[in-house]
């Protein structure tokens, strides 16, 4: 076998940049590719190392039967609910834990983890009644439980601590056993335009209407579960929610002039709508475009009139983590299916005559095609409907979503809200599949449902529109956010409650990342194997961060613990420099160097420098068999030499070449390398978190070409690496990650333009059989710089 041998050659180093690194280095070696190891939960029976829910794995379960009144006048909802909570945990439970959200209003009863804030030179009037209200009498919002009893009538005690409620059962529950409740309540429907928050009404005082959000409405049992038990930390308004699974029969009695739109299945469209919009309704079961149900013109005549009247809505949805619906006179209605797997899927819009020109034209259409697009990705949408509603801003229920995207009074509308709006509703549709079936803790990891949500959303926008302007997802996005100091960057393993840089931290940071991971580091076959397996591991269930870092490793093959350790734990920027380039050319004609030959004495035998206490204990004790005179045979070399019984001869010695032979290349060879260019890249990793390092070749004749190199390059030495290049062509120009795919922080230290003049090495054939301990694997350059 033939291999090219490098001899001595001078090599021009084209600039310094690394000096600093090289002559004050840090750590040569830190932790930035060993394992997470106890970093992650131990595995166990319920979750499996290979990241898959375990044999033993469980999860609760609770049903719910509710019905509620809307009163518009008073702007009030009353509601009563059955409970039907399984145990299918090991565990007895004493008491069973309820969110009560609405509380996040009441001035008494909320969460009461107040932000620092500063008298400002300018304040609204409502921002201003707000702040008083804070500190003033009870404003009567929040939910008022007005009883709640066992199925015999039996009172069961309960204790409201802010946004929480824990309700004391009579009788322990035992594993396998179920327990049903009832709760009846109401609260004062806030004005959310004035007090915030996702559920509410807004009012229109240009027609005097409402539309209401009911969301987080009704007393809801928190998640127990084997990982953390009860979750039942309180709900601010920023951390989101963990929820369980079940079956919801709802009945609703609204104006019956009011259109309402709902998670699950509506059980009596015959009864609710008129002949004419049922009519409507199965035609668009059946429609190519999407029909509209309710039209403009009977949305524009019933904001008009007010109906004194009421009607009841019947909808049931099964195995679904929440229930939310919206309920006004003001709405236009459309529709169309969408085929997933053969299933039909109804896609809605609701939206009032200030969004009509918008939604019309996009949201159902947009709703289509992100359950389409979601379900290539991930797992096959499961649910009957999936809907849009316009409510001035974005919040996801189970096949329901809100969101904004309002023209100006004409009609018209700019391509900044145009493009706004179909993010949002793509956003918010996507939800279904993060975290409404993979269904994560938000009130922990609000990334594990905003980020993995926001990375699909962008692989769905980029198929809606090849150019359309995403905002989070791609690499460079995220750089301005890097680039900020240290200071003020977070893990993205923060929770919920303690990010400062709430947008980018959990949106906008791990979408990147796992843009990253497809594109650069894994490649989109291995990536989206992995992370359709994880959404079908976890479809329904309750996955942590260890769930999906070792399901992408497991389902890959590939050792991912320095992303995610960087990435995800880690607060470093990338930033690879190009700190030098070198330029050879092979001397293919050199003279051939003499093999030369060297005498050298038999080694005595290595003892070590320092006896330690095993050894002396080892030869002391006469109870081991390989000690005993016996058997002799079995002691150890260093027992006979010891003593004079393994001889030793100073005297004698060996011959040993001190270099390989070699001999001149074949013309097959010479023709081979003459022509060939050789090139020597020095980087410096500035930044700290580690990156495939991505070269763009630009050559003499115009023609470009791309290197990749893994980032497991940096294993050994994560400050600075060089690494060795043969090319056909003359180079004239060097770029580091062109496509700005790694959220390199400066792109200054990227580029190289200016190329040296070539030098000159000799290269030779190397003989079969040359001396043996002669390193050939270290890198040609630094072989000729040393000799």
């Known amino acids: 076998m033939r291999k090219l041998l490098f001899a001595a050659a001078c090599f021009w180093a084209v600039s310094g940049q690394a000096q600093d690194i090289q002559n004050n280095p840090t750590s040569n070696h830190g932790n930035k590719f060993e394992q997470l190891g106890t970093i992650l939960p131990t595995p166990n029976e319920y979750r499996t190392a290979s990241g898959a829910p375990g044999p033993k794995y469980w999860q609760q379960r609770c049903d719910y039967v509710i019905r509620c009144t809307l009163d518009e006048k008073a702007q009030q909802l009353t509601g009563s609910e059955t409970l039907n909570y399984f ?7 004493t008491y069973i834990w309820l969110q009560l959200d609405e509380n996040e209003h009441s001035n008494k009863d909320n969460a009461n983890y107040q932000d620092q804030n500063v008298m400002p030179a300018m304040m609204t009037d409502r921002a201003l009644a707000k702040m008083e209200d804070q500190n003033g009498p009870d404003n009567g919002y929040g939910h008022k439980i007005r009883s709640i009893t066992d199925m015999t009538g039996k009172t069961l005690p309960y204790t409201v601590n802010k946004t929480m409620m824990r309700v004391d059962l009579l009788t322990p529950l035992k594993p396998g056993q179920r327990f049903q ?60 929610f963990a929820l369980t699974f079940g079956d919801f029969d709802v009945q609703m009695t609204v104006p019956a002039d009011h259109i309402v739109g709902s998670t699950g299945e509506c059980l009596n469209y015959a009864q609710v709508l008129t002949p004419a919009q049922l009519a409507r309704y199965q035609q668009a079961t059946n429609a190519k475009e999407p029909v509209e149900i309710v039209t403009l013109a009977e949305a524009t005549a019933a904001e008009q009139r007010k109906s004194s009247q009421t009607k009841t809505w019947h909808f049931k949805a099964g195995n679904v983590r929440d229930f939310a619906w919206t309920s006004s006179r003001k709405y236009i209605w459309d529709g169309m299916p969408q085929l997933i797997n053969g299933k039909k899927v109804m896609c809605m819009s609701f939206y009032g005559k200030e969004a009509y020109a918008l939604y019309r034209k996009f949201s159902t259409r947009a709703v289509a095609h992100t359950i389409k697009t979601y379900s290539a990705f991930t797992i096959p949408y499961p649910y009957p409907v999936a809907q849009s509603v316009e409510a001035a801003n974005g919040m996801e229920y189970p096949m329901i979503c809100f969101n904004y995207g309002r023209t100006e009074k004409d009609g018209t509308y700019s391509e900044a809200t145009k493009n706004g709006m179909l993010g949002v509703v793509i956003h918010e549709v996507g939800h279904n599949f993060f975290p409404m079936i993979v269904n994560s803790d938000e009130r922990q990891w609000t990334w594990m449902d905003e980020g993995l949500n926001t990375f699909v959303q962008y692989l769905t926008e980029e198929l809606w529109d090849n150019k359309f302007p995403s905002k989070r997802g791609p690499a460079w996005t995220i750089v301005d956010y890097m680039k900020l100091p240290k200071t003020q960057l977070e893990p993205i393993m923060t929770n919920s409650e303690n990010i400062v840089q709430f947008g980018p931290n959990a949106y ?74 070198k330029v050879a050319r092979a001397d293919v004609n050199g003279t051939i160097p003499p093999a030369k030959s060297i005498t050298k004495k038999v080694d005595a035998p290595m003892v070590p420098e320092f006896d330690d206490i095993s050894k002396i204990r080892n030869r002391e004790d006469r109870n081991l068999r390989f000690y005993t005179d016996t058997d002799t045979g079995a002691r150890d070399f260093y027992w006979h030499y010891a003593r004079g019984q393994e001889p030793y001869d100073a005297a004698k010695t060996f011959t040993v070449e001190e270099a390989p032979g070699v001999e001149a290349l074949t013309p097959e060879a010479k023709q081979r390398f003459a022509d060939k260019y050789f090139y020597e890249l020095d980087f410096s990793n500035k930044g700290g978190m580690v990156m495939p390092i991505i070269i763009e070749w630009t050559f003499k004749d115009g023609t470009r ?23 056909d062509k003359e180079v004239t120009g060097i770029r580091l990650d062109p496509f700005r795919e790694t959220a390199d922080i400066d792109e200054s230290n990227n580029v190289w333009n200016q190329m040296p003049a070539p030098t000159r090495f000799k290269a030779f054939a190397q003989k079969t059989g040359a001396a043996r301990g002669q390193s050939t694997g270290s890198n040609p350059m630094q072989q000729a710089q040393k000799k």
């Open 508 to 581: 906008a940071k791990p979408a990147t990342g796992l843009n990253i991971l497809r594109e650069t580091i894994m490649g989109r076959n291995l990536f989206d194997f992995a992370f359709k397996e994880y959404a079908r591991r976890w479809a329904f269930k309750h996955p942590t961060p260890a769930d999906l870092f070792r399901t992408m490793e497991d389902a890959s093959g590939e050792d991912l613990d320095w992303f995610w350790r960087g990435w995800f734990y880690g607060i470093n920027p990338v930033d690879i420099s190009l700190d030098s380039v």
């Open 705 to 727: 070409q791309i290197d990749r190199i893994p980032a497991q390059i940096w294993r050994h030495n994560e400050n600075t690496v060089s690494k060795f290049f043969v090319k």
């Open 181 to 240: 409740f009832k709760i009846d309540w109401s609260y004062k429907i806030p004005d959310r335009i004035t007090l915030g928050g996702r559920g509410g009404y807004e009012f229109f005082p240009e027609d005097g209407n409402s539309l209401y959000t009911i969301t987080q409405w009704y007393p809801r049992v928190c998640v127990y579960s084997d990982f953390q038990g009860w979750q039942n930390h309180q709900f601010t308004g920023r951390g989101e």
């Open 87 to 93: 145990n299918n945990s090991p565990d007895v439970l």
